[in-house]
């Protein structure tokens, strides 16, 4: 994911190795810095639980003091930008 400017988003797609992931860890895990951050201190974030085979969406809002709110849907559906 490029670096963001605050208030703006970005998109990312991600596919992961179902071949390779243990299904009791198929969480998205997130990694996060504001400008400024050292960065061996990063924030963090984890994900919901995904079982296999399934395509999700989901919608991240960081928040100026790093919190982070999140929604997302199983595929088909939609979250609003």
């Not at 990312?12 to 050292?38: D, K, S």
């Not at 395509?55 to 809002?61: D, F, L, Q, T, V």
Request: net charge positive.
């Amino acid at each position: 994911m490029p670096r963001l400017e605050p208030g703006r988003s970005g998109r990312a797609r991600l596919i992961p190795g179902v071949a390779v992931v243990i299904p009791e860890e198929r969480n998205l895990h997130m990694f996060y810095y504001f400008e400024g951050q050292p960065r061996d201190k990063p924030l963090s974030w984890f994900g919901p639980h995904v079982p296999l085979n399934v395509s999700y969406r989901i919608a991240i809002n960081i928040h100026p003091d790093g919190r982070v709110e999140s929604s997302y849907c199983i595929k088909p559906c939609s979250l609003s930008d």
